[in-house]
């Protein structure tokens, strides 16, 4: 078969479309390497073949730009005095790895595989891994064309793996399927021990697997009576052969005409019974005595509830014969389809009486795909081991954490096209998938309270319509001033127009998206959206377009830093306290991520500290904790102070260092954690070590506590401009345990307010923000520039 010239992917999908997003029932022509992404670079491949649908997955290295500041040689120059920036900016090419995931019709196999071949440069591997019954079936065509070994691996370890792997690192990975809520998507939070549960694959029959570890797992049950099932009586019944068509006919049927319920049974007894009247009491059981024909639906739809009925108290019983409440549902009888996971979850919840929740997965179609891949990663790692490391080695992934490109992924949606378009918003299958290695692992904190109930976010947009219509609008509306500091930010390039224009193409479409699928990302959050932006960003190579601003600011900062300490310490004690509390507060107002305050800024390049402490809302604040705040300071000081910060200049100099010293003095340590990489004019850690380093030029305090390792800078392991306490540097989190961290304050409206607001820890807990957007003041119940000063202690 010849390649179309281009394929079809369904409007969602985030890989450079065109279209504005308005209509949810038209499909876009993409042109082939914009599917196959970063081909050229592609290392291994992976490829799952089932009945209808291929999955291919590969890993590639992926070269883009980053910003890297470098410190200058201040030696012998008065700071105060110096009008030099405080370091240098350099743009450099950074290379890292990338998982992809794309999904198409078997119709286009023979093409795909011609396209991969004609665009493979740099691959380093002879062998492709292949799952799925078409693994054999198409094996020869693949080696034909490729030229690469097919290694086949067990269909039921492929798929185990890649279910660990996405509950492991995509967050929203799993769902609830509500049908009378609005969404009807439901995400649920991921527990921080994934293990043990059940996982039920529904192909042709069905297997249940218990999955106790990462590698220990055993088939405890199953059934003949699954997929295969419904589709070949599917087919006897309707004369339908295909799959989807099924499905289609049994969303339009009505089982009640074909199946007989208890009503029919009992009449009004049933009442007397404590049973429902709706309830099925025999499967197609009118059929054998009504005189009449009944339709394609009917009938569909009863075998549909037949054997989703059979499968969910099957699949109920083998949960609390293992004493396990965590059931995963996939495989190709479920494939994103409403009409499926509404009769799944009801008969889960009628079966268990609640106590067993029926969960599906954003990306249980790449589930296999994934696994097969993560199999020959390993073999990679083990032929290393065996040769010296002679061979080419891919990383193991479990080694590393990742996350996924919002860029470069598809959202849910359907594959159903007679589906209306609010019924096609509400279905879910992917196209595309993108993940990206971090360059640590992620951990929880361990003073979070609670892990597995802990939510980052404070307001969930997927159920907040007003909010989410506030918010989306707020973004759209940001967007023009973004894409011109993008351009500001590389003078020097002569495309960065160009691209710029195209980050807003995909943002804005994005935004579409969004609007008529809040949860094609999983829960909709201020959070995703901010972190979207940023993904699309960097996808057109503007890794920090706020890196000059910052530069500027921190230059600023720094030469009012002697001035400013002073006359904190000619303040008394308790005076000094709440000059310190205000400066982090106004330190705070500095966010270029807020309207209100980008505007100021904008129009007066003189406005600063003092002006910020003008703005700032008089006590009472809108939550005012501080006089329990200065209570406890009487007492004896804390062990140690974690203390996540937020913007860079005025804020992390002027704001935070003249806190952290006052802790330093009081005797306690303090773990300043920045962001790893860049998000708005948030500090990062290599920019918090260079400012550090000055601010400790000027002061003795700072540089004796660095110096004796009282004072220790780290990265979170983040690049956004909220913070997911679930999602921390390794390295952070062993420190924190090491030094017995006793107090967190976490510092700004994305850190404290859009995500952690409620968050309970096991120590004290100090969340400060100023609230620079007006409609957010108001709901809080205060006004533009209210304070949130939130200091909290565990109960005993």
């Not at 802790?663 to 962001?675: D, H, P, S, Y």
């Amino acid at each position: 078969m010849s390649w179309p010239g281009t394929f079809k992917m369904a409007e969602c999908g985030a890989s450079g479309s065109g279209s504005s997003g308005d209509s949810l029932d038209k499909s876009i022509t993409l042109p082939p390497d914009e599917i196959f992404r970063n081909l050229e670079n592609a290392k291994r491949f992976a490829i799952d073949i089932g009945g209808s649908l291929t999955k291919l997955a590969y890993y590639s290295t992926v070269q883009h730009k980053v910003a890297k500041v470098r410190s200058f040689d201040h030696s012998g120059k008065d700071t105060e005095c110096d009008h030099e920036p405080p370091y240098e900016i350099s743009v450099q090419e950074e290379i890292t790895a990338r998982l992809h995931f794309i999904k198409f019709e078997n119709t286009y196999i023979e093409a795909c595989l011609d396209f991969i071949k004609d665009h493979l440069v740099n691959t380093e591997t002879k062998v492709i891994q292949a799952t799925g019954g078409g693994a054999y079936k198409f094996k020869d065509l693949i080696e034909e064309k490729l030229q690469l070994k097919v290694d086949k691996e067990d269909v039921m370890t492929c798929l185990i793996k890649g279910c660990n792997f996405v509950l492991k690192n995509i967050p929203h990975e799993a769902f609830v399927y509500q049908k009378d809520a609005d969404p009807e998507f439901r995400f649920q939070t991921n527990h921080p021990h994934i293990f043990p549960y059940l996982l039920v694959n529904i192909g042709s029959g069905v297997s249940i697997v218990k999955v106790e570890t990462e590698d220990r797992f055993e088939w405890v049950g199953g059934s003949s009576i699954g997929g295969g099932t419904f589709w070949g009586l599917g087919a006897l019944l309707t004369k339908t052969k295909k799959f989807d068509e099924l499905l289609q006919l049994a969303s339009r049927g009505q089982h009640s005409n074909v199946d007989m319920l208890v009503r029919d049974v009992y009449g009004g007894a049933h009442q007397t019974l404590g049973l429902s009247g709706n309830l099925i009491a025999s499967s197609f059981g009118k059929s054998a005595t009504a005189d009449q024909e009944f339709s394609k639906e009917d009938m569909a739809k009863s075998l549909l509830h037949m054997i989703s009925n059979d499968i969910g108290q099957l699949a109920c019983l083998h949960a609390r014969l293992h004493s396990l409440d965590r059931v995963y549902f996939g495989g190709f009888f479920i494939r994103g389809h409403p009409v499926t996971m509404r009769t799944i979850t009801y008969s889960i919840n009628f079966f268990s009486k609640g106590e067993v929740q029926a969960l599906f997965l954003r990306h249980e179609g790449y589930l296999g795909a994934i696994g097969a891949f993560l199999k020959g990663a390993e073999q990679d790692s083990e032929i290393k081991v065996n040769t010296g490391g002679l061979a080419f080695c891919f990383p193991d992934p479990n080694q590393y954490s990742w996350g996924e490109n919002y860029a470069g992924s598809s959202g849910l949606m359907s594959t159903s096209p007679e589906l209306g378009p609010a019924q096609r918003a509400r279905s879910g299958t992917f196209d595309l998938l993108e993940m990206d290695r971090l360059e640590r692992p992620l951990v929880n904190l361990p003073l979070l309270l609670d892990p597995p109930s802990y939510v980052p976010d404070t307001v969930d947009l997927t159920d907040d319509a007003l909010a989410r219509k506030y918010w989306l609008t707020c973004f759209e509306e940001a967007l023009d001033g973004v894409v011109k500091r993008a351009v500001a930010s590389q003078p020097d390039s002569a495309d960065a127009a160009e691209r710029a224009e195209k980050f807003r193409q995909k943002y804005w479409n994005k935004l579409q998206t969004l609007r008529q699928q809040p949860f094609a990302y999983g829960t909709l959050t201020v959070r995703s959206l901010l972190d979207t932006r940023e993904h699309c960003l960097n996808e057109f190579n503007f890794p920090d377009p706020y890196s000059k601003v910052k530069q500027r600011e921190n230059g600023v900062a720094l030469r009012c830093f002697p001035r400013v300490v002073r006359s904190l310490d000619a303040l008394g004690w308790e005076e000094r306290q709440l000059a310190l509390v205000k400066g982090l507060l106004a330190g705070n107002v500095f966010d270029w991520g807020a309207k209100a305050v980008s505007d100021v800024l904008e129009s007066d390049p003189h406005f600063g500290f003092e002006e910020a402490k003008r703005k700032l809302q008089e006590r009472p604040w809108l939550v005012d904790s501080y006089s329990k705040w200065l209570q406890r300071l009487k007492g004896p000081p804390h062990k140690c102070a974690l203390i996540f910060a937020d913007n860079s200049g005025i804020d992390i100099i002027l704001g935070v260092f003249p806190f952290v010293r006052e802790l330093l003095l009081r005797g306690t340590e303090v773990i300043l954690a920045c962001n790893s990489g860049p998000a708005l004019n948030d500090v990062t850690h290599s920019e918090s070590l260079i400012v550090a380093e000055r601010i400790a030029g000027m002061d003795p305090v700072v540089h004796s506590a660095l110096q004796e390792e009282r004072l220790l800078l780290v990265q979170t392991g983040s690049s956004s401009p909220c913070l997911d306490l679930s999602r921390l540097d390794k390295g952070l989190a062993a420190l924190v345990r090491e030094r017995g961290a006793d107090l967190v304050v976490i510092e700004g409206m994305g850190r404290a307010v859009h995500t952690n607001y409620h968050a309970a820890l096991r120590c004290e807990s100090l969340k400060l923000a100023v609230v620079k957007n007006a409609w957010l003041a108001e709901r809080l119940g205060g006004r533009l520039f209210s304070v949130i000063f939130k200091y909290e202690v565990p109960a005993e």
